[in-house]
């Protein structure tokens, strides 16, 4: 009998014995040994297989939270220990969204993120990872739904550039980044505008603000368009999940936990500006997960927002300030690490402006090839996948 890696008598991509289902714990670790090889980073084998399992612990992944998943012959004979001959192979995670249709009622609803796709390089260019993908597609309108319900989208993150998912419905969105430069502890004349630092008992309730604030956008920009709007709830659970993976990290790469998970500005008139941050160790970069400014008006988020600097009111330059001062933050943390940037996803112009009070040398990046931000829609009307605005998408959805 062949060895489960063997490349005799492998199935034709088309072929009707091939399924995607749920993969055994065996093949969960498997998977996880594979690809391994691409996002082990700098952890060896024995330390990344670790921290898979403290993620599958968070709060987003426990409970069925995460599925595992596996393109099998099911011809095959069933194994009795260890994995079956796994041709490719995907996680989904389940996520809060929300989706708002031109009438501007906005409705929570069950949907995905996709991540680790991945395909064994001995069984590369056959079309099983295009197979698994089809499979998943069709899996995905209806996993995890009420009874009767059906799904309305799902996210992923391109590295391999934009056709292939794009061929299998998941259309690119805006990839672009900012990046900042790490600076030292703030001299002097920072004093007066210096940010207070977020712990982790902060998260929770800021998450719950922002979710209102969201829900909020998301259900005015539906009104104010002619399509749908659409968003990934940025909850605390989505917030420690990332937490989860940087303490890890710095534990056993620096023998140090990251306390400081962000960083909050208060105007003098009370509202509060804040952005949540986590340290990537492979990159050496520290990214903010998501901006918050209390008041900010949703259409400053679009990115066809280029109000002129004559035309912006008193309120908008306060905005500007307050951003500036959390960005800061950010970037005095990340020299504190040793990171060698601070990104952020997807600015707004008003981001951008209040980057550029504190430096001329921020710089907006347009990614062409990787971490790809890209959506299938898969509602009742596929005609709609054209008009749906993703508000909000920033860092903070990705898995």
């Known amino acids: 009998m062949p060895s489960a890696k063997s490349t005799i008598d492998l199935p034709d991509s088309s072929s009707p014995t091939l399924r995607l289902v749920q993969a055994t714990d065996a093949e969960v670790i498997e998977c996880s040994k594979l690809g391994s090889t691409i996002w082990k980073g700098p952890l060896n084998l024995e330390a990344y297989l670790r921290r898979e399992v403290h993620l599958r612990n968070t709060a987003l992944a426990r409970d069925g939270g995460i599925t595992y998943w596996v393109l099998v012959d099911t011809e095959l004979p069933q194994v009795t220990q260890g994995p079956r001959r796994i041709l490719s192979s995907c996680e989904t995670i389940r996520k809060r969204e929300l989706v708002a249709r031109s009438g501007g009622e906005v409705k929570e609803v069950v949907g995905h993120g996709i991540g680790s796709v991945f395909c064994d390089p001995i069984y590369r260019g056959k079309g099983y990872a295009q197979r698994m993908m089809v499979e998943l597609a069709q899996i995905l309108d209806t996993w995890q739904q009420e009874e009767g319900d059906h799904a309305d989208f799902s996210v992923l993150w391109s590295d391999i550039g934009k056709d292939f998912y794009a061929k299998r419905g998941w259309n690119v969105y805006l990839s672009s980044h900012m990046n900042l430069t790490p600076i030292a502890t703030p001299g002097d004349e920072d004093k007066q505008t210096h940010a207070s630092m977020l712990l982790p008992g902060d998260i929770e309730e800021l998450c719950s603000t922002d979710e209102a604030w969201l829900r909020a956008a998301t259900s005015k920009a539906s009104f104010l368009g002619s399509g749908i709007c659409v968003a990934v709830s940025p909850d605390a659970a989505t917030m420690q999940w990332h937490h989860a993976r940087e303490e890890f990290l710095a534990q056993e790469l620096r023998g140090r936990h990251p306390l400081h998970k962000g960083a909050l500005s208060k105007s003098s008139d009370g509202r509060r500006t804040w952005c949540i941050w986590t340290r990537t160790f492979n990159q050496e970069i520290l990214h903010i997960l998501r901006l918050v400014v209390e008041g900010e008006n ?101 898995c």
Do not use: C
């Open 298 to 398: 949703p259409s400053s988020r679009r990115p066809d927002n280029t109000i002129s600097g004559e035309d912006r009111d008193q309120a908008d330059h306060a905005m500007e300030s307050a951003i500036a001062v959390v960005l800061k933050a950010a970037q005095r943390e990340a020299s504190a690490w040793g990171m060698t940037s601070v990104e952020f996803w997807n600015p707004s112009p008003l981001t951008v402006r209040a980057a550029r009070l504190i430096g001329n040398s921020t710089e907006l990046v347009n990614r062409e090839d990787e971490s790809l931000t890209s959506l299938r829609w898969h509602g009742q009307n596929p005609s709609e996948s054209t008009e749906i605005e993703w508000i909000s998408n920033e860092k903070y959805a990705w």
